[in-house]
């Protein structure tokens, strides 16, 4: 598996974070790099739900009316 290539930039940062982060060892790439992944999996998954709202609306409907299809086979 190869890893996802990684562009140069510049970011401001206050200064008494920073200052910590650098004292604490911490890899402010990779602290970025999750967090970033993760704030873009949030929006992601955001926008899906926001696409598909009205498709789930209709079906929780149906199923609230009709039931779900394996209400007659269920063995429990």
Same mark, same amino acid.
């Given at each position: 598996m190869t890893s996802p290539v990684k562009k140069a930039t510049n970011l401001s940062l206050r #200064?008494?974070?920073l200052e910590e982060a650098r004292a604490r060892k911490i890899n402010l790439s990779q602290? =970025?790099?999750t967090a970033l992944q993760a704030e873009l999996k949030k929006e992601? %998954? $955001?926008e899906? =739900? +926001?696409r598909n709202? $009205? $498709?789930i %609306? +209709?079906?929780n409907r149906e #199923?609230? %009316?009709q039931g779900l299809w394996s209400n007659g086979s269920r063995a429990f």
């Open positions: #200064v008494d974070l602290m =970025l790099d992601r %998954e $955001a899906w =739900l +926001a709202q $009205a $498709a %609306e +209709a079906y #199923v609230a %009316e």
